[in-house]
């Protein structure tokens, strides 16, 4: 009775409704996966539902074990996804702020930035800091979260000393060209070289004149390096090579710096290739980390001996020569190292600034290596061609799913969700690698809706022929139980039968 009161106007009512909603839900999954790289549903259902429904006691063994293999693998991952300093970083003043002034886009994210002012505290401050008023100042202003009170503190600190940390804040924040900042970071050396020459003399008398001259030294190699930067992008480049080589053999151990990657790219623009050589064989090696920059200059220098010949229709016929074979798996090997890189090279992706920080492997330093990097590329005839032709022939050769590598560890799977703290998504689309394949719901929920709709749209166009459809449909569905009520009937003696309706 209920089915036959049922008119075609609810039907398309039933249809379009349930199509609306599940469209709804369809635009709200898509959304949520664009930003956060993963399914809402999804997401709720593992962290909320699957501890409700299936949830085991935290006291039993099973579930001690398997949390102390998270808590492993989360340290893996820690380890995996350490952010580093960008060792080509612009000036915060002289270039990222008049970014900002042109085109009212603020180029570094609150995550990059609370990074960095962790790193000043680190190398510019030590416990004995309180005992000399300029440096009590400055290890104040480095926390400060206000550019302007930094700045405030910087010049306050200098009314009462001659204070290297202080002329290095101004030159990185308040100085608005390179060649200001060049000024500011000389006088800082001045009165760097002074504190770094005091400080090794006592550096015996105990841990905490150990502590001033480790400050103190931290402090000399970053002023030199930073002005080493300044004579390279002011067109001295070959001044700041001999810069960067004395820093290096004065102070070789202090490789957290990476000064090699600012003297590479030096070299690079001198085209100085039998040095950048040098240094390769030096740096390019199994025992220390590996970067996008060590990886693609060697691919680069290997590229150049072919690529001014090389043509694909001619290596298809003859085959690949031992130095185009050289050439390509040395590109092989760059791109399984970061698989970001190729895009931005190949200018198929639109670059931005790169940030303070970057992540080995990730989209960050990817845009750090070509915004650097791109020119030198450029320069050398055919070299981008070789790469366009051959880059996607790495990923044939790693594993998948992304288990084991091929000739580096397995790519970290944490890389996206670092990118998109250090990468200002805003303007920037984070390059994510391998490409996510979509989640089940959104594919769901697309399905509901299109079939929905697409019975809302029949139901309205033919309402006859759709409540018989539907009337058969339902029929058919309440069939089994139907039948299954009429072998209760013959079974059940009729008066108990007629209790249990009365029930």
Known sequence: MFLNTLTPKFYVALTGTSSLISGLILIFEWWYFRKYGTSFIEQVSVSHLRPLLGGVDSSSPSSSSTSNG????SRQSVSECKVWRNPLNLFRGAEYNRYTWVTGREPLTYYDMNLSAQDHQTFFTCDSDHLRPADAIMQKAWR?????????????ALELEDCATAYILLAEEEATTIMEAERLFKQALKAGEGCYRRS????????????????DTNVL????????MCSRKLGRTREAVKMM?????????????????????????LQNYADVQAVLAKYDDISLP?????????????????SDKFSPEAASRRGLSTAEMNAVEAIHRAVEFNPHVPKYLLEMKSLILPPEHILKRGDSEAIAYAFFHLQHWKRIEGALNLLHCTWEGTFRMI???LEKGHLFYPYPICTETADRELLPTVFHEVSVYPKKELPFFILFTAGLCSFTAMLALLTHQFPELMGVFAKAF?????????FIMEKVESILPSSLWHQLTRI
């Open 70 to 73: 998270e808590a492993d693998s």
């Open 144 to 156: 400060e979260r206000n550019p302007q009170a930094r700045i405030s503190a910087a010049h306050e």
């Open 200 to 215: 090794q003399q006592l550096q015996h008398h105990g841990t905490q004149y150990e502590a001033q001259h480790r400050r």
């Open 221 to 228: 190699v970053y002023i030199k390096r930073r002005l080493a």
């Open 245 to 269: 080589r004395d820093l290096m053999k004065e102070f070789p151990l202090l490789s957290m710096f990476n000064i090699h990657e600012n003297l590479l790219e030096s070299l690079l623009e």
């Open 290 to 306: 590996k970067s996008a920059t060590i990886c693609y200059t060697a691919a680069l220098l290997k590229a150049r001996a072919v």
């Open 399 to 401: 594993p998948y799913p």
């Open 474 to 482: 339902l029929s058919t569905l309440f069939a089994p139980l139907n």
